[in-house]
């Protein structure tokens, strides 16, 4: 089981992040619509989590709480789940802030379509350059 | 190297959260996309569960329940259908 | 635009074969032995009941051990509550007047 | 929204929520839970009313003067605690070497700073999440 595919079945769960990474940089970058894009940054950031707490996980591990006199418990490693509840209010705010400018640029625009955005900001700067000139 | 039980279930989540999230690349409707969200970040929550970390999957059970319902909220206020 | 997509897919494919034959060399997952369980990991889990006193160790790490690292990520969601605010209801503001 | 069915279990539900969320905020130290997912909890349950009854509602029951206010002092509360040690000629934040008591482990009293801690944490962040949702649920502005 030396070849790239048994050493990848051995570490399925960084596998499985690589593919949601990959589809999640798919969606970001072929989609038009700013909530595709948003909801595609979620799933590169929920990837990078399972990468972490895959690390720091024990095969058969006990649940990082203490439980008393037993002294044979193997824990598993509490500091990944520590860095990645940071992270997950991290990415709370980060989406927050991401859907606040959303309904900003549908205010002024009046549509979530990245390409269309691109298009009459495009149209308006050709017109003030004309006009100046 | 022997896989337990946890393992092959552990499996099949990290499967259906492929599949949810190859399922966001083909819906049109935005509100069917931001549904299938928060089945995605509920599946996670299972698998946080098998990988014993339970502080992060209470977290992130809130979490994902409130990212969906702000992301409701907005698409109630601008346009359902993507272009 | 098609011809962008299918680029697009082409490379991010590439990327991910380059990224999987790097992971596939990182250690096998859910040994005990690997090397992220270190000394680190060690002192928190031998030593976090007597110098703490909680025996959730989770906690013990984000609100004793790194209190100055969660002190900085509410002042991160504050900053981003905020920053929702004053987008949206200045807006608002300039459309009424 | 006015539908019969859904007041009628929002009423039963909602107090059970926010119970619930209290709890895991109090309860972060000895098991499962933290502060961050309690102080959602608790905001998910006033989100809750404030969908099923209107946001106006809503917003007589909590205004966003009480929101801010509680949202500024919890991240201030977070410092006094910290100054707390410095007073007593310990680093800023420090748990133990302040004095606090440390108390019986396993019991809801123990932990000394973390506890006061978490209870801060748990309500800026329910505001937080609050605030969020008067941002962006208003309808038309």
């Known amino acids: 089981m030396k070849t790239l595919l048994g050493k990848l079945v051995i570490n399925y769960p960084y596998l499985f992040a690589v593919v949601l990474f990959i589809i999640g940089t798919i969606i970001v970058l072929t989609r038009d619509n700013l909530f595709k894009k948003l909801i595609g940054i979620n799933i590169m950031e929920s990837a990078i989590f399972i990468v972490f707490i895959a690390a720091g996980n024990i095969r058969g591990g006990a649940v990082p709480i203490l439980d008393g006199g037993r002294a044979d418990t193997v824990y598993i490693?509490?500091?990944?789940?520590?860095?990645?509840?940071t992270g997950i209010v991290v990415s709370v705010s980060v989406t927050a802030f991401a859907l606040a400018l959303i309904i900003r640029l549908y205010k002024s625009y009046g549509t979530t379509s990245a390409r269309r955005i691109a298009e009459m900001r495009n149209e308006v700067l050709k017109h003030d350059s004309s006009h100046q000139s | 190297m022997h896989f337990t039980s946890a393992d092959y279930w552990i499996m099949v989540l990290l499967l259906t959260l492929v599949i949810a999230s190859l399922s966001m690349l083909f819906i049109k409707d935005l509100l069917h996309a931001v549904i299938v969200f928060g089945v995605y970040s509920l599946i996670m929550a299972l698998i946080w569960l098998l990988m014993n970390t339970p502080d992060l999957a209470i977290t992130e059970a809130?979490?994902?329940?409130?990212?969906?319902?702000l992301m409701m909220a907005v698409i109630f206020r601008t346009s359902r259908k993507e272009e | 635009m098609r011809i962008r997509k299918l680029l697009i897919i082409i490379v991010a494919l590439l990327a991910a074969?380059?990224?999987?034959?790097?992971?596939?060399?990182l250690p096998p997952y859910g040994m005990a032995d690997n090397p992220v369980h270190n000394h680190v990991s060690e002192r928190y889990i031998n030593k976090a009941l007597d110098e703490t006193g909680v025996t959730n160790m989770v906690t013990a790490i984000v609100l004793d051990y790194r209190a100055y690292d969660t002190m900085f990520e509410t002042i991160v969601l504050f900053t981003a509550a905020l920053a929702v605010v004053i987008t949206l209801k200045v807006s608002k503001r300039k459309e009424k007047g | 929204m006015r539908d019969f069915i859904l007041k009628r279990v929002a009423v039963i539900i909602l107090p059970l929520m926010s119970i619930y969320g209290f709890y895991v905020i109090l309860h972060g130290h000895v098991s499962p839970g933290g502060s961050f997912a309690g102080g959602i909890i608790v905001g998910l349950s006033f989100i809750t009313y404030s969908t099923v009854y209107g946001l106006e509602r809503g917003k007589v029951k909590l205004p966003e003067r009480i929101l801010t206010l509680v949202e500024s002092y919890g991240t201030l509360w977070y410092g006094i605690m910290g100054i707390v040690g410095i007073l007593k000629g310990a680093p800023f934040l420090s748990n133990k070497l302040a004095g606090f008591n440390l108390g019986e482990p396993g019991s809801l009293t123990s932990g000394g700073l973390i506890s006061l801690l978490g209870i801060g944490v748990g309500i800026r962040v329910a505001s937080t999440i609050i605030t969020l949702f008067y941002a962006m649920g208003e309808e038309e502005s």
């Open chain 2, 62 to 69: 809130a979490a994902g329940i409130c990212t969906t319902v």
């Open chain 1, 77 to 85: 490693n509490p500091l990944p789940s520590a860095l990645m509840l």
């Open chain 3, 17 to 25: 074969y380059g990224i999987l034959v790097a992971v596939a060399e």
